[in-house]
């Protein structure tokens, strides 16, 4: 699938008001494409010349992974890392291994770069200026920019393992290039075979490698259905809470900006994540030695003490409970001015709207489901079922069994009700 700017939006008119937006976004049951919002923003010419010019020596950290298709998915624990700047960067990918410095030791033949999870805030933080040019409040959050945003820098083949967010919906630019995402509903998580291995504070990682699974290992993922997109240049992609997804360079060059929604339900996520970094935290200190240093993902600092998780899961347990209060006397309070509240609602809407703007359809395009491998008529390939395993349970085995989603959610509920 991939939407196409027309009518109104192609003209540089915005095709919703802020609060269409963010009433849109909140909505969203499925994944969306969003057009014509992002045209007159200094961010969407953040190509990797302008960045490069922008940060001169100033260096990032690049994940590299090998193009080479395993059925196992490509953890950022298996990969290498090179500090190295945007210009080496550009050299490497046009294979002038020579300027490339620390990237000269890959071949950008078989290998990908990534520079993931970079917050603008710190990349930033001697050019405040630069900040302002990512402006979220077109999408009905105003104050929030390039403070609140992260910066996505890849090759072609660079991807980021399926997984769910912990927290929040996502709003994706892409500026440069394009990007595949391969997403997959909530419902959808039994068939992804959850893990916290490697662990990651925030991330719910799939064992399987979507793109290449492994049927005889991974049997239900064939009942998984993806809803499927490539996103081009000033295109924005909505992926509402708890949805998965694996997502993959196209072009030689990717440049993306996103930035991660607050909601309501993050404080319960919070007491879940919680839960999570205690019990993770104490199976591998227990093994000790025998534990692998694979188990925590790079993005983290260092594992915590059992005594700093508990302080972290009390917090956490005291600002749900304090959110919920909260919200109770909100919702009182509302509904005495509901009337009041609709009336300036639709007064709002009346004088934002606009004949030129085009239609809901045009510019907020559903990602909708692909088709099953019977209604697109293709083969499927049978694979055996896989055999009774008959060696001794892991501590891996018991974290994915006892941290499952599902799991967890009990647990964290069974937990607040007691306080």
């Known amino acids: 699938m991939e939407p196409a700017v027309t009518g109104a939006a192609a003209a540089g008119i915005k095709p919703f008001t802020p609060r269409e937006a963010r009433d849109l976004i909140f909505g969203a049951t499925c994944p969306a494409v969003v057009l014509g919002m992002t045209g007159d923003w200094p961010a969407s010419r953040w190509t990797l010349p302008h960045l490069g010019d922008v940060l001169q020596e100033q260096t990032l950290r690049f994940r590299i992974g090998k193009r080479k298709m395993e059925t ?66 077109d999408f009905g959050f105003p104050g929030r920019d390039g403070r609140d945003s992260t910066l996505w820098i890849g090759s072609r083949g660079a991807n980021t393992p399926c997984h769910i967010d912990s927290y929040g919906c996502n709003l994706v630019l892409q500026v440069q290039g394009r990007k595949k995402w391969r997403l997959f509903p909530p419902e959808d998580t039994a068939y992804l075979y959850p893990t916290r291995i490697p662990y990651e504070e925030s991330s719910v990682f799939s064992r399987v490698n979507v793109v290449n699974p492994d049927g005889r290992r991974h049997p239900a993922f064939s009942r998984a259905r993806p809803h499927v997109v490539t996103l081009h240049p000033g295109q924005v992609l909505v992926v509402p809470r708890r949805w998965w997804h694996y997502v993959e360079s196209v072009d030689d060059v990717t440049v993306s900006i996103n930035s991660w929604l607050e909601l309501g339900s993050d404080h319960a996520a919070r007491v879940e994540e919680a839960i999570t970094r205690t ?32 302080q972290y899961l009390n917090l ?18 509302a509904e005495k001015d509901e009337p009041e509240m609709k009336r300036r609602r639709e007064d709002e809407e009346r004088q934002g709207r606009s004949s030129s703007r085009a239609p809901v359809s045009q510019c907020f395009v559903p990602v909708l489901p692909s088709l099953t491998n019977e209604e697109s008529g293709e083969k499927e390939v049978k694979h055996p079922r896989p055999d009774r395993e008959t060696g001794a349970i892991t501590s891996d085995e018991l974290l994915d069994c006892l941290l499952h989603p599902r799991v967890l959610t009990m647990v964290a509920q069974l937990l607040v009700n007691r306080r």
């Not at 199976?283 to 005594?307: I, M, Q, R, V, Y």
């Open 72 to 137: 196992e998915p490509q953890f950022e624990t298996r990969c290498d890392y090179v500090d190295g700047t945007l210009g080496q960067f550009q050299d490497w990918v046009r294979g002038a291994s020579e300027a490339s410095g620390p990237f000269g030791r890959f071949d950008s033949a078989d290998s990908w770069a990534y520079a993931d999870y970079k917050y603008l805030a710190l990349l930033f933080k001697d050019r405040p200026k630069m900040l302002q040019e990512v402006s979220w409040a």
């Open 279 to 310: 019990v993770v935290c104490a199976f591998k200190s227990a093994e000790g030695a025998e534990s692998s240093g694979d188990w925590l993902n790079p993005t983290e600092d260092e594992a915590t003490t059992h005594e700093t998780n508990l």
């Open 316 to 333: 956490a347990v005291s600002a749900f409970t304090e959110h919920k209060m909260a919200a109770n006397e909100t919702e009182n309070a």
